[in-house]
């Protein structure tokens, strides 16, 4: 009965510690590295323009809460799928599926709007395609399915300071993990 009582605790402590350091660990256990630039587009969709325009009338202008909120944006219009369709968030507002390219390029749409209406010219977010390192292993050298050979994500720069960003938002969709790392 005590080996059961130790075993319960010492697994829900590491649940809880999981749980509260899941950003972190992530983040020093898995690293991106670019291999390619997406296409960047702009937001013609009249109805998504509109949502994103009321939605972030009363955000602050803090970068940080921006790619938040831009991240909780795609989640929240976004479902994963494996198929190839269209990348383009125009046509994703009305089909709600995209695989992690779509995922990408939709964050850094919403967010380009976000910073075009706060009036925050020097930033800007662009979708890259990237590979990712699992402690400093290249995991899609393991990976033989033409599909895993790459992963999209989003890099946010000041073109004045050079301070700089990047988020996976399909791993936000699915760990709620905001930021990540960069070589």
Known sequence: ?????????????????LLLFKGWLYRGMISYKTIGERRNYVIRNQELAKDIDEQTEDKSSKIKSLIKFS????????????ENNSNDPNELYRTKTAHCV?????????????????????????????QLYFCGIN????????F???????????????ECFYSD???????????ISHK
């Not at 009965?1 to 510690?17: A, E, S, V, W």
């Open 1 to 17: 009965m005590k080996f059961l009582k130790r075993l319960f605790f010492t697994l829900l402590f590491l649940f809880i510690f």
């Open 71 to 82: 991240l909780d944006i795609t989640s929240d219009r976004l479902n994963y799928t494996f």
């Open 102 to 130: 779509g995922y990408a390029a939709y964050q850094a749409s919403v967010l380009n709007r976000i910073f075009k209406n706060k009036g925050l010219k020097e930033w800007k977010a662009r979708p890259l395609a990237g």
């Open 139 to 146: 995991i899609h050298s393991y990976l033989k399915n033409p």
């Open 148 to 162: 895993f050979r790459d992963h999209d994500f989003v890099e946010i720069k000041n073109s004045v300071t050079g």
């Open 169 to 179: 938002p399909t791993i936000y969709d699915y760990l709620n993990i905001t930021f």
